[in-house]
């Protein structure tokens, strides 16, 4: 286990990676990026991961080693944690993890359910599938094969529905005997400074908004032209980043650059109100709550 480690999290926009690179050069620690979306290529400004001058500055790892056209899950992070730890990485230096994905620090700390490999060809099906007959249609397949697992889930909630019937054909198991099976915490938690960001709203939004317009000015543009040349799935997780559908818009004259901030903005404050709930309602007495990560 992972001993002195820095956990930093928060809602988008809140001042994390700041933070992280200041405990990180006091600590000499390794910043770790704890973000679902910052693990992907090609989207570098918009995702807001850490540019040239702080990556020279301190280590920084798991950013943008991802290409958008890949699915990407907690697992694959962790795993991809479990091996900085197994090369050294962290010999002698505190982790410093830093982002906004609630799942990656419950695994963290909680450890992660052993889920099968699901073979493509399996997953591909059952994306078709969802698309061609909708998330109800699935649900009624669920509750027939799997009726525990379908009654705690909502009818419209496909991407669940459909992660439950892909374990269970790729397996023959329901995925909640898999998620009974809980792994190993790799940070320790007692040595671990923890973190948690919750600033206030209007500032939060004033920071949204100056911080959009900064991206399309350096280049966030031309990434989601680069992003939309590829031709992926819609439903790729790295399409689904905030501000590529915006920006899309804008790029196709579907908006101005105005609206396409405005809706990004939106868009950007609704994610970041849901990642606070989920810190929130899922960290305990042992995390340090702070407004202003400037101040701490």
């Known amino acids: 286990m992972l001993k002195n480690a820095i956990l930093i999290a928060g809602p988008t926009a809140s001042g994390k990676s700041a933070l992280a690179l200041r405990l990180a050069r006091e600590a000499g620690g390794v910043i770790v990026n704890t973000d679902s979306m910052q693990v992907y290529s090609v989207l570098d400004r918009l995702t807001a991961r850490p540019q040239a001058a702080d990556l020279a500055s301190v ?3 798991l950013y943008g080693h991802v290409h958008p056209s890949q699915d990407y899950s907690t697992g694959h ?3 991809d944690v479990q091996a900085l730890v197994a090369e ?4 002698g230096r505190p982790a410093v993890f830093c982002g906004g ?3 990656y620090f419950k695994a963290l700390l909680d450890g992660l359910s052993k889920m099968p490999d699901v073979p493509a060809e399996i997953r591909t099906r059952w994306r078709k599938r ?3 007959q909708g998330p109800e249609e699935l649900h ?3 509750s027939r094969d799997d009726p525990a697992v379908a009654a705690k889930l909502k009818p419209a909630d496909g991407q669940r529905i459909l992660r439950a019937l892909e374990v269970l054909e790729a397996s023959g198991r329901s995925i909640v005997e898999w998620q009974d099976e809980r792994g190993e915490a790799l940070v320790d938690q007692p040595s671990a400074q923890m973190i948690v960001i919750e600033p206030d709203r209007e500032e939060l939004d004033r920071r949204i908004t100056h911080r959009f317009c900064a991206m399309l ?3 966030g543009v031309d990434e989601v032209r680069s992003l939309l040349a590829l031709k992926l799935d819609p439903a790729k997780p790295a399409m689904k980043a905030i501000g590529v559908r915006e920006v899309a818009a804008f790029i ?3 908006s101005t650059r105005e609206e396409a901030i405005e809706a990004a903005r939106i868009a950007t404050r609704q994610y970041a109100k849901r990642q606070a709930t989920w810190f929130r309602n899922q960290t305990g007495p042992e995390w340090q709550r702070i407004k202003d990560p400037d101040q701490f």
């Open 140 to 142: 009624d397949l669920l």
């Open 77 to 79: 992070w962790l795993r």
């Open 252 to 254: 196709n004259g579907d």
């Open 130 to 132: 969802l698309a061609e």
């Open 101 to 103: 994905t609630g799942l």
């Open 88 to 91: 050294g990485a962290f010999d």
């Open 59 to 61: 280590p920084h790892r």
């Open 217 to 219: 000015d350096e280049g």
